[in-house]
């Protein structure tokens, strides 16, 4: 956000021209991002790694902070916000703030659940690792 | 944080708007924001069902169909990405509708507002041809035919949430287009140039916008975790 340009004219709709490399720049960026994205996600599912659980993690990671970026651009680009006066930019991000403990905190729960369930309900656990075979499409149910 | 305002400007002492946004514009941020967290809830119960679960079916395996394609595609995720690159694109039109709009360009900004609403309708027949052919592989609501990626019998929690999800995202992208349309036909009748301004290209704008932003969140979610 260190490229804010208010302008007290934007609330009437003039004198801010867009830039129109800007635009496409952004579209680049969102672009190339995408195909990152998009090649790791191929990339894990083509190459076997011996430790598949710690790289899903790390890739996770990696997926969360590029989609995190795009929002960004497009936030502060295409919807302009990044342009606009920071009563408006704070007025917006400090209500987003609430989504850092909804994910955390019920993530966090989910995933207690799980623990609990697999601690006190073993014949689930047993179930939910048993491995079957996969039902034909359009097979009875 | 660098501010090309007047030194001292004090927003807050009367005389003008403290958000320096016109009115309607500014209630289009706070519908966004409570849109988002509409969506949020949504994805966070996705979440949280998830990571309550021993195991989930894999995206890789279950999204690797391409129309015309018959069987599998050699890679997976690739039709998601067509969908994914026309959404960016309708965004980038988008934007350039309201770039003309500022300059008071009526052509421009039909020209490109025709342009979005193609590339919203193009992202509905995306959507409506995966959801036919996850409908035939035998996915509904309470129908999941995919295994866990361990093997394992899934439940249905997997099509429930992505049916949910990616039919109320379909749902906001359908409603763009139907206001797109309608600024669409606005400008044309020159309406905006009436009025002096492209101020209502510009809201239908943000709410485009969002919806993009949106499928981001979801194309993350769904498609690469």
């Given at each position: 956000m260190e490229h804010i340009q208010a302008n007290p004219a934007v609330a009437h709709g003039q004198g801010q021209n867009f830039d129109t490399k800007a635009i496409w720049r952004t579209f680049r960026i969102l672009l190339i991002i995408t195909v990152v994205e998009l090649i790791l996600a191929i990339g894990y599912y083509e190459i076997d790694f011996s430790n598949k659980h710690f790289v899903k993690h790390v890739l996770n990671g990696i997926f969360v902070i590029l989609t995190l970026t795009k929002a960004f651009y497009i936030i502060a680009e295409f919807m302009h916000l990044g342009h606009e006066i920071k009563n408006l930019i704070l007025t917006l991000a400090m209500p987003s703030l609430l989504f850092i403990w909804f994910i955390i905190a019920f993530l966090w729960d989910g995933n207690s659940y799980k623990n609990l369930r697999n601690n006190y309900d073993p014949y689930q656990k047993e179930q939910s690792l048993k491995k079957v075979e996969a039902k034909k499409p359009g097979a009875a149910e | 944080m660098a501010q090309a305002i007047p030194a001292g400007q004090k927003w807050w002492s009367g005389g003008k708007s403290p958000y320096n946004v016109e009115y309607g514009k500014l209630m289009m941020w706070f519908f966004l924001m409570s849109d988002a967290f509409t969506f949020g809830a949504f994805l966070i119960s996705y979440g949280t069902i998830r990571f309550s679960s021993n195991s989930w079916p894999d995206p890789n395996a279950v999204f690797r169909s391409f129309p015309?394609?018959?069987?599998?595609?050699?890679?997976?995720l690739a039709f998601v990405s067509l969908m994914t690159f026309i959404l960016i694109m309708s965004s980038v039109t988008m934007v350039l509708a309201v770039a003309n709009g500022h300059a008071n360009n009526k052509y421009g900004v039909a020209k490109w507002m025709g342009w979005t609403i193609v590339g919203g309708l193009a992202f509905l027949s995306c959507q409506a041809w995966e959801w036919t052919h996850l409908y035939h592989e035998g996915a509904w609501w309470g129908r999941n035919p995919f295994l866990n990626i361990d093997g394992t019998q899934s439940s249905t929690n997997f099509s429930n949430f992505f049916f949910t999800i990616t039919g109320f995202h379909g749902f906001h992208v359908f409603s763009g287009v139907v206001i797109n349309i309608i600024m669409l036909i606005m400008t044309l009748k020159g309406t905006f140039e009436q009025r002096g301004h492209y101020l209502m290209i510009e809201k239908a704008g943000l709410y485009w916008h969002f919806v993009d932003l949106v499928w981001v969140f979801v194309f993350t979610c769904f498609y690469l975790f």
């Open positions: - | 015309g394609v018959r069987g599998e595609m050699p890679v997976p």
